[in-house]
């Protein structure tokens, strides 16, 4: 049956929103299919504004390996301001997609990718727009099955309620498992129902569906277990792993935005997972372990998307885009093929012991030089030894330098605080280091125009890292040592004037805490939140912290617990966590022990060059470390001369 686009009614809403362009849809790379010619129908939505969504990798390449399939169709939603949320609400307009607009209620999957759990209350806004119950089970056959992928997914209790399942790890075979298995029991009639469905996607053992699970509580309010509630779903789920990125060469025809968004270019993801053993990174933990994308392929990507996007600017994306074994060939192959148009190349993260000379002159060949951004993340070396990021000062002052000699005239450095053991003092080593870095670039520059800005962020310990038994500290503890800091940088008037401080406060970060590391009761806060108006907590404009003490307050205490309980806690070894049953393949006795590691300031080495440190992940998934270098160059050699690039 088709479905009608709701762009009628919705177009004359948007004179009275601001920024209405995006939700016009209509981009280059944009998919729109024949409804009534597809048998599966995904709706995918990025949690948070268009500026922040669009140019989300993960819901491209989905996008993109979905549509390849003939009888498939997907398009792309997100979540509307708070302004277009009120007329939507009084006229009627449900929640759509910016492809056709069709209404997402009529979609098979309702696919949501996490990056962050602060975008948990847009989830509900979502949903209400839609028509979508806003609990799994008031769902019927006539609803989607809201699916939650992203790297939140590897702890999705807090939201338990709301999804009917989420997928862990990579999305790209995933989608397709899926959506075959929804093929096939529509074929069949769709017997026994929603629940059918549901146990078919649980049964493949890498797809989660809460309502399969109970949870058992201890009286003083620690999880006892979590277990199957039927005999035919897997204790544990575990999560996917893409092996060949060479496979998977997407995105080959990306999203060319109509609005302005956060980033604009073509992206390349030249690997995936790190095993630099970072204690705090939940990203490098979960994506291990390390596959390279051959640099041929890259190559070919970078021509492909530029001839078809005009994007003016490479980005080579990774955890650490400096470790690719290949790195320097193939900036330099990149440089040497675009020498004669305006195509810059960035590698938006760069450890700072990994950028040299070469990499700096190859970035800088055409004139354009993109921002640099480093990550020390501690101000001490005590604390860069707790959090094993095996860097010392000297690095970072020879990376500078580096950085100032080949032109740059701005670093960005990036630190957080509240990290475990933390004192003032290594706190205000970040003042030291910034005063030292804008004296030593002073001098490698010969002029005194250059700046370095200091980034701090807040603490927030992960599920599946050594830093999940973590306690966290008080925003006023964070918001008293950032004071601090400020006031030292700016004890040397003569430094300070070239050294930028930005921070974000304590207060969101206590909550993402929560968050992060809460179980089912932690979603009737969500729910509270959004009720009383919370939308958008990962904007500062947005975000209210009374409002989720508030709710914190209402909520839990009949439980028997508190946001104290669950942020400023340290956890027990053998405390049940909330995602336990949540299989990322680290082994929970590797990450106690890297915790333990940890307090007594032992490093840990970067396994892609040593032997095995037995975290699990090979073994148990059954994967192994796949890096170069391959011996080949980047392939077409010749220089490009007509690129469809705007000058």
């Known amino acids: 049956m088709s479905v009608s686009s709701v762009f009628p009614q919705l177009e004359q809403l948007l004179p009275r929103v601001s920024k209405p362009i995006q939700y016009v849809g209509g981009e280059l790379g944009a998919v729109v299919k024949d409804w009534d010619a597809t048998v599966v129908r995904w709706a995918l939505m990025y949690p948070d504004a268009y500026e922040v969504g669009l140019p989300n990798q993960g819901v491209q390449i989905l996008y993109e390996v979905l549509n390849e399939q003939p ?16 007329l939507m609400k009084e006229n009627g307009v449900p929640q759509f997609t910016v492809d056709a607009h069709r209404p997402v209620k009529a979609f098979d999957v309702f696919g949501i990718s996490f990056a962050t759990e602060l975008g948990y209350t847009n989830l509900l806004s979502a949903l209400d727009l839609a028509g979508i119950p806003l609990n799994s089970a008031d769902r019927t056959e006539e609803h989607p099955v809201v699916l939650a992928g992203g790297h939140a997914s590897f702890n999705p209790e807090p939201i338990a309620d709301f999804i009917d399942a989420a997928v862990l790890g990579d999305g790209e075979e995933a989608v397709l498992e899926i959506t ?15 629940d059918e469905l549901l146990l078919r996607l649980a049964r493949t053992e890498s797809i989660y569906v809460p309502r399969f699970y109970d949870v058992d509580y201890l009286p003083d309010g620690r999880i006892q277990r979590v277990v199957p509630n039927r005999p035919d779903v897997p204790f544990r789920v575990a999560k996917r792993t893409t092996m060949d990125l060479d496979a998977w060469p997407y995105p080959k025809k990306p999203l060319v935005p109509l609005a302005e968004t956060v980033h604009e270019r073509y992206a390349v993801e030249i690997f995936r997972g790190c095993t630099r053993g970072c204690r705090f990174c939940q990203a490098g933990m979960i994506t291990r372990p390390v596959r390279e994308r051959s640099i041929t392929t890259v190559g070919q990507m970078v021509q492909q998307g530029l001839e078809f ?25 990149l440089a040497e093929q675009y020498a004669d148009t305006n195509v810059s190349l960035s590698l938006p993260s760069t450890r700072v012991d990994a950028f040299n000379i070469d990499l700096a002159q190859e970035l800088s060949r055409n004139g354009r030089r993109t921002g640099l951004t480093f990550a020390p993340e501690g101000g001490s070396e005590r604390i860069r030894k707790v959090i094993n990021k095996m860097v010392t000062k000297e690095d970072l002052i020879r990376t500078v330098v580096t950085a100032y000699s080949n032109g740059w005239r701005q670093v960005k450095l990036y630190f957080m605080c509240g990290l475990p053991s933390e004192t003032d003092e290594d706190v205000l080593e970040i003042a030291d280091m910034a005063h030292e870095v804008i004296r030593a670039g002073r001098e490698a520059a010969g002029t005194k125009d250059i700046r370095c800005t200091v980034s701090i962020g807040g603490f927030v310990p992960k599920p599946h890292t050594p830093f999940q038994w ?12 950032l004071k601090m800091l400020k006031q030292a940088i700016n004890s040397d008037r003569s430094l300070g004037r070239a050294i930028g401080f930005r921070y974000h406060d304590g207060e969101p970060s206590l909550i993402e805490g929560l968050l992060s590391r809460g179980d089912r009761r932690v979603g009737q806060v969500i729910r509270r939140v959004w ?37 400023t806690r340290e956890r027990e070894e053998l405390e049940v966590l909330p995602w336990d049953h949540l299989d990322s393949g680290l082994d929970k006795d590797w990450l106690w022990q890297d915790w333990q590691d940890s307090m007594s300031e032992f490093e840990q080495d970067d396994c892609r060059w040593t032997p095995c440190f037995d975290c699990g992940v090979c073994p148990s998934m059954d994967t192994e470390i796949q890096i170069g270098p391959t011996g080949k160059k980047l392939l077409p050699l010749t220089p490009v001369n007509n690129l469809r690039v705007p000058a």
């Open 531 to 567: 009720e009383k108006g919370g939308r958008f907590d990962g904007w500062s404009e947005h975000f209210s912290y009374a409002r989720w003490i508030e709710a914190c307050a209402e909520v839990l205490p009949d439980f028997g617990v508190d946001l104290d309980w669950y942020t």
């Open 309 to 333: 996007s005009g994007f003016n600017e490479v980005g080579l994306l990774s955890l650490s885009s400096a470790d690719h074994s290949e790195i320097g060939d193939m900036c330099s192959g």
């Open 180 to 194: 075959g298995i929804i093929r096939e029991w529509k074929a069949e009639g769709c017997p026994g129902g929603r």
């Open 470 to 481: 973590a306690k966290m500290d008080t925003p006023e503890v964070i918001d008293g040592r």
């Open 71 to 86: 009888d498939v169709l997907a398009e792309r939603t997100y979540a509307v301001w708070p302004d277009l949320e009120a």
